[in-house]
């Protein structure tokens, strides 16, 4: 079912909700649910103790130590405690998916299976998948990095720092359909960059799933649980806008 559509990704979003709770899927909803709570737990108690401090570290770090300077603080502070919560964000996210991204691998197979009617062809356990998914994971890192500290340094260029929140968010929501989405491509056996084709192919669908996906990352409690809906999610993506469409012998 192609569709390609900006508008389709709530409705992904909603039916991973609605199989959260379907047995023989639980248990890796619940297992990811307890990895977000702890992180998150952590990460909440790490900024806000640490806030001020870090926040005026990052001013120091970047503003030079000349006197006649030193009202521009006034000014920066609240950039750079964006910036702080932003760094805090990613990190979050970074850590969450890493320990969680064999349990999340497992679940999308899981899906995919129900939703088929049968099973994929190399299907693996948790400790076959977990050499895999992380270096999966690292290459995602490798991706994101590089574009994260360029849009860093766009923020500091003027003019061009009024348009980084937009491309701030784009980005943000390419991430996250590169994140979820990735799980039942990598489990049929798609490179990494095979995958970035094909989500290119259906760019505005995946920026829609994307786009859904992080505004649910921003609501406090729903981020907890919005990881395995947004596994999910991906996976309904990846049956009908790829393999309903009869494309398998062309993505392979």
């Known amino acids: 079912m ?25 248990a890796f909803v619940l297992v990811p ?9 952590g990460a909440i108690y790490l900024l806000v103790t640490n806030f001020s401090a870090w926040v005026d570290a990052l001013i120091a770090l970047w503003l030079p130590d000349w006197g006649w300077l030193d009202y521009l603080i006034y000014f920066l502070w609240p950039i750079f405690a964006l910036v702080l919560v932003l760094m805090v964000y990613y990190g979050f996210s970074v850590v969450a998916n890493f320990i969680a ?20 062809s190399n299907e693996l356990s948790l400790l076959q998948m977990i050499p895999g998914t992380l270096a999966r994971e690292l290459a995602k890192l490798a991706y994101f ?3 994260v500290l360029l849009l860093l340094i766009l923020g500091f260029i003027p003019l061009i720092n009024l348009a980084t929140p937009v491309l701030w968010f784009i980005f943000s929501a390419w991430m996250m359909a590169i994140q979820y989405i990735d799980y039942p491509m990598d489990n049929n056996g798609l490179t990494f960059k095979r995958m970035k084709g094909l989500l290119k192919e259906r760019r505005w ?13 921003l609501v406090p409690l729903l981020n907890l649980i919005l ?4 596994v999910i999610g991906a996976t309904i993506f990846w049956v009908e806008e790829y393999e309903a469409d009869g494309e398998q012998g062309r993505l392979e």
Do not use: C, H, W
């Not at 649910?33 to 737990?41: A, D, E, G, M, Y």
């Not at 669908?205 to 990352?217: E, F, H």
């Open 2 to 26: 192609r569709t390609n559509s900006p508008f389709s990704g709530l409705a992904y979003l909603g039916r991973g909700f609605k199989m959260l709770s379907e047995p023989g899927l639980r």
């Open 33 to 41: 649910l307890l990895i977000n709570t702890v992180i998150f737990v």
């Open 101 to 120: 991204a064999p349990f999340n691998g497992i679940l999308s197979e899981r899906v995919e299976q129900r939703l088929r009617g049968d099973a994929i």
């Open 145 to 147: 990095i590089p574009r």
């Open 205 to 217: 669908s995946a920026l829609s799933l994307g786009s859904v996906i992080q505004l649910g990352m």
């Open 227 to 230: 990881m395995p809906a947004a």
